[in-house]
């Protein structure tokens, strides 16, 4: 079955940085494209960026462009997301999800679409404060 493990969260400073993995096991990780979402307490669960299966290109929220990398090694079956800059609106759980079709439908924002996403790791926290 699907597995999806994170890791790497923690306490950061405002302006540090954090590097965050996905561990994905249970299914074909090259043929999938993978975003990460984050959930704040209180708050709905946000898309934050996402990465088509090959890696060969990226999206991201407004937000964290510029301040965030999605990345993946397709050889170890691993998802990352390097986070610089970070703020304390950046708090909150950090989730890796799979998408659930090899094929992502020809629009620009297609990685955003949470409904799309059929597994989800049991997420990284993520507390950024002085």
């Known amino acids: 079955q699907v597995q999806l493990v994170e890791s790497g969260g923690g306490l950061a400073q405002p302006g540090g940085s954090l590097r965050l993995s996905c561990a994905a096991s249970?299914?074909?990780?090259?043929?999938?494209?993978m975003s990460w979402t984050r959930q704040a307490p209180g708050k709905a669960v946000e898309w934050v960026s996402g990465i088509y299966s090959d890696g060969s290109d990226t999206r991201y929220e407004d937000s964290v462009k510029g301040r965030f990398t999605i990345s993946r090694d397709n050889a170890k079956n691993t998802l990352y997301l390097e986070m610089n800059d970070l703020k304390p609106e950046d708090t909150a759980m950090y989730y890796c999800?799979?998408?659930?079709?090899?094929?992502?439908?020809?629009?620009?924002?297609?990685?955003?679409?949470?409904?799309?996403?059929?597994?989800w790791g049991q997420g990284t926290q993520v507390t950024v404060s002085s």
């Open positions: 999800a799979k998408y659930s079709d090899t094929v992502v439908a020809d629009e620009f924002y297609a990685l955003s679409r949470l409904f799309m996403y059929d597994s």
């Open positions: 249970g299914f074909t990780f090259s043929s999938f494209a």
